[in-house]
């Protein structure tokens, strides 16, 4: 098992930034990926970004240019930070974690922007 515990959500205002943190815990020996989806409310869960092993990184096109994910592997540690946040991206994030074929996810940190 792999547990995730995000944190650093918050009420921002449109074109403020903030930084996403997640650590993983347990299992955590073969973690081939890591990175953050998120979801609105009445909207299916979204790739925004992912980072593996070898550093190579995907974005979704929605927050390419603004966003940028980072991983820390002695801790087990991914980031993302988010600039130039927009109203579009309201939504519970979650810190998600691949480990030999499985995938394990965070509780959420709702980050909420005003505009």
């Known amino acids: 098992q792999v547990q995730l515990v995000e944190s650093g959500g918050g009420l921002v205002q449109a074109g403020e930034s903030l930084t996403l943190s997640c650590a993983a815990s347990?299992?955590?020996?073969?973690?081939?990926?890591m990175g953050w989806y998120r979801q609105a409310p009445g909207k299916e869960r979204e790739l925004v970004a992912t980072i593996i092993s070898g550093g190579s990184t995907n974005y979704a096109d929605s927050v390419k240019g603004r966003f940028t994910i980072s991983r820390v592997n002695p801790k087990n540690m991914v980031y993302l930070q988010m600039n130039s946040l927009k109203t579009e991206d309201t939504a519970v994030y979650y810190c998600y974690v691949r480990r030999n074929y499985r995938d394990y996810w965070g509780q959420g940190t709702q980050v909420t922007v005003s505009s």
């Open positions: 347990g299992s955590i020996f073969g973690i081939g990926a």
